[in-house]
């Protein structure tokens, strides 16, 4: 039986990319409009798996989908990075000039803000998804109005590209994971590992636990601390780690296991980073 | 001479209130609508200080104001944490089921998303800001359009609230800081401090450092790494402390000063936490 990849946002979206970049082109897609609805889907069984955006270089962690992954105990069962090009897009025969309003996603609106400081006649106004707006526009002959999406997109719905590389930083790095609800088999070909775990404010006790990972050759690659609502003085951490050797990933395990609190892996997964 | 304070957002907004407990109901204010427009007052004088929310809750750390500070140097000189409530708010004579449109601030937007969720029939706009929302409603008589702002914005704005407390996180924690462009003169009446160093990756040298700084009674309130973009592999730490005894701090910055590279001083400050 082919799998069901839930994607945030419509086909031509980046997401959808990384989905064909996992499970090949013709992958069963479900377009969800929000990565609760998203989720919703999983849960629900109406699909297998889900891609989800989980930070980039410029806006940092997508918090909000960590606490997803974290509220409803799903699985990372792998990443992958991909280089964000944004394009702004519309119906044929309209310079930019023409364009009233640009719609896309809140965070594709973040990550191109500087460039849209030179045109103060455009509104930019928030919308679900960078691709299905692409979408309408081309549907519903939409005229004044731009979205911001990658290239595929255009292809998809026939839009003229009005300007490439829209975004402030060139260099836009997102990184994505895939989630499910199961709790995969154990696998030994895994080199990266999400835990997240709860500390007391006490002093050293992080350096403590990273003082063991890194004994254990864990290599730190992300730390994020979070205060747990209700709870002050307390705080989560999301930690990202890479290893050699699973055995000494199991070592680390049982160790930050004892000294930590709450400790949970969210997922133990292949680097996607070159 | 009296101090000018530059606030992202208009009158009425929770940046109008930080500035107020700062420095009196009195305080001169810039209404800046944006962060970018709030930096660019400091840098060309038009303003002595500025009011930015830094990290919140629900979305964790604004990452683009941490940027704003440390790319144009600015110096953090004091914090507040405010408890954000979000109201619902219109002309007066129509329920919710009138409405047809929200306009506010992104993060507003995100942090109400849920309450939303029962009413599909209204459209979310990103705005620049919650209070200025409340303004353009009231001054252009705007029937269907809603506001999502502090309770103070529907007092001087004679708007009517249609629902209080829409947020999804009931207990959503705003921090705040003042930061100014002049090097502020050493005060010794402080116990918190922002630092930024990098760390190339290499196994332990997180963990070295934060053992460095627990030897010196530093509590580490907020720890976030971050990659270095265009140098893959080296990431920047952004790190608060808490501490009782300056002469304790003066020896954590010697320590880390030679033990990271591109070690800066954010700010040092009062612990805004109670």
Redesign the interface.
């Known amino acids: 039986m082919n799998k069901i990849i839930a994607i945030q946002g419509a086909r031509g979206s980046n997401h959808h990319k990384v989905a064909c970049d996992f499970y090949g082109e013709s992958v069963a897609l479900k377009e969800c409009m ?1 990565f ?1 609805t998203l989720v919703d889907c999983l849960l629900d069984e109406s699909a297998n798996l889900g891609v989800m955006a989980l930070e980039n ?5 997508i ?2 989908n960590y606490a997803l992954i974290d509220n409803h105990n799903l699985h990372i069962i792998g990443e992958e990075y991909l280089n964000i090009h944004h394009h702004l897009m519309a119906l044929e025969g309209q310079s930019i000039q023409d364009i009233k309003e640009v719609w896309s996603h ?1 965070m594709a ?2 990550q191109c ?1 500087q460039f849209f ?1 030179k045109y103060p006649h455009i509104k ?3 919308d679900v998804d960078t691709a299905d707006v692409a979408k309408r526009i081309s549907k519903e002959n939409l005229v004044g109005i731009a979205a911001i999406a990658p290239k595929i997109a255009a292809e998809i719905f026939k839009l003229v590209v009005l300007e490439d590389d829209i975004q402030t ?1 060139k ?1 836009n ?1 997102t990184r994505f994971v895939i989630v499910q609800t199961a709790k995969p088999a154990e696998d030994f070909d895994v080199n990266k590992a999400s835990i997240k775990f709860q500390l007391s ?1 006490k ?2 006790s ?2 403590a636990i ?2 063991a ?2 004994d254990c ?11 747990v ?2 709870t002050p003085w307390k ?1 989560s ?1 999301f930690v990202d780690v890479t290893f050699d050797d699973y055995k000494e990933y199991q070592k680390a395990y049982s160790l930050v296991e004892i000294m930590a609190e709450e400790f949970k892996v969210l997922g133990v997964y292949k680097n996607g ?1 070159k």
């Open positions: 929000s609760d270089t410029i806006a940092g962690s918090i909000p809140p609106l973040l803000k400081k930019l106004v928030e930083i260099d790095s404010h002093r050293g992080l350096a990273l003082n990972m890194s050759k864990m290599n730190l690659t992300k730390i994020q601390s979070l205060p609502i209700d705080y951490f980073r």
